[in-house]
């Protein structure tokens, strides 16, 4: 697993938002849902309209393209919600296991994001 810290992620983020790390293409590919080899998308089990692209869920949420992706480790839980046209970013890292870091970052979302339907 991956330990970081919020200052970290914030770093990560902001280098999501330039080319500096990753060409423009490869973000692209990144947020684009894949399929099989054999044509099947690889849309998640757990929600309707959420795709896989290479290890971020794509998905429209409250009208707004998402991107995101959770990890877990030792007793901690994260999300990462990235909103890119409003160029708005939630993380959440919570420190107890069965807690829903999804919905602790949703709720931060419905609060900061503008314009959710």
Known sequence: G?????????????????????????????????????????????????????????????GRRLQTHSGQTAGFVAQYMRFPEQQISIVAFINLYDMGAWLAARAMADFVVPGLE
């Not at 990144?30 to 309209?49: A, E, I, K, Y």
């Open 2 to 62: 991956i330990l970081s810290s919020v200052h970290d992620m914030a770093k990560w983020d902001a280098a999501l938002y330039s080319d500096k790390l990753l060409p423009s293409k490869a973000k692209s590919l990144m947020w684009t849902p894949v399929q099989l080899p054999d044509g099947t998308p690889t849309t998640l089990s757990w929600g309707d309209n959420v795709d896989y692209g290479m290890g971020w869920e794509v998905l429209s949420y409250r």
